[in-house]
T-cell receptor
Framework: KQEVTQIPAALSVPEGENLVLNCSFT??????LQWFRQDPGKGLTSLLLIQSSQREQTSGRLNASLDKSSGRSTLYIAASQPGDSATYLCAAALFYSSASKIIFGSGTRLSIRP | DTEVTQTPKHLVMGMTNKKSLKCEQH?????MYWYKQKAKKPPELMFVYSYEKLSINESVPSRFSPECPNSSLLNLHLHALQPEDSALYLCASSRGASTEAFFGQGTRLTVV
């Protein structure tokens, strides 16, 4: 059974710092690894998608990497801002017949202090 | 347009009521998903539809009944729910099994 783990569970840093969020998964047979942001009580916003054949993706101040062999992904946030405060979730899409199961990690609650 | 629209945004229902949640997308996506999310927990997969056919049912109680009437619409019919079913219900869609998933803003359900 696929398990997705995120470390740390919570992180508080001052504004302007660079930071790394970690995600690990137990089953390397994934279609892709997707990072989401969730604000309290809201839906999920897709940040980055890395296909299983790719090593990294970048969008603005965000960079996500994927190492399938070790079952790890990282989300790097450069020059953090208070508006980055949210819960960050990684999700692994698993092969399953004609569809995929998207399994989420438990999330990292990020707080950026002004 | 990368929008998944869920209605209603909030729903309060009694344990004897029957209600439905609705999800709509016009991106031509052929995979649609229902997730349940409790407070401070990650979303948990409930159902997956692929090409309007139910592909995955994660052993969800029969008081939750999904329906996919066409390629743009996904419903979740609710009846005889329990207070512990109170949660944020999220709908998502993707073009295929290996492509980016887009989520709606969710329906906040309270069972009284």
């Amino acid at each position: 059974k696929q398990e997705v783990t995120q470390i740390p569970a919570a992180l508080s840093v001052p504004e302007g710092e660079n930071l790394v969020l970690n995600c690990s998964f137990t089953d390397s047979a994934i279609y892709n690894l997707q990072w989401f942001r969730q604000d309290p009580g809201k839906g999920l916003t897709s940040l980055l998608l890395i296909q299983s054949s790719q090593r990294e993706q970048t969008s603005g101040r965000l960079n996500a990497s994927l190492d399938k062999s070790s079952g790890r992904s990282t989300l790097y946030i450069a020059a953090s801002q208070p508006g980055d405060s949210a819960t960050y979730l990684c999700a692994a899409a698993l092969f399953y017949s004609s569809a995929s199961k998207i399994i989420f990690g438990s999330g990292t609650r990020l707080s950026i202090r002004p | 347009d990368t929008e998944v629209t869920q209605t209603p945004k909030h729903l309060v229902m009694g344990m004897t009521n029957k209600k439905s949640l609705k999800c709509e997308q016009h991106m031509g996506h052929r995979a649609m998903y229902w997730y349940k999310q409790k407070a401070k927990k990650p979303p948990e997969l409930m159902f997956v539809y692929s090409y309007e056919k139910l592909s995955i049912n994660e052993s969800v109680p029969s008081r939750f009944s999904p329906e996919c009437p066409n390629s743009s619409l996904l419903n979740l019919h609710l009846h005889a729910l329990q207070p512990e079913d109170s949660a944020l219900y999220l709908c998502a869609s993707s073009r295929g099994a290996s492509t980016e998933a887009f989520f709606g803003q969710g329906t906040r359900l309270t069972v009284v």
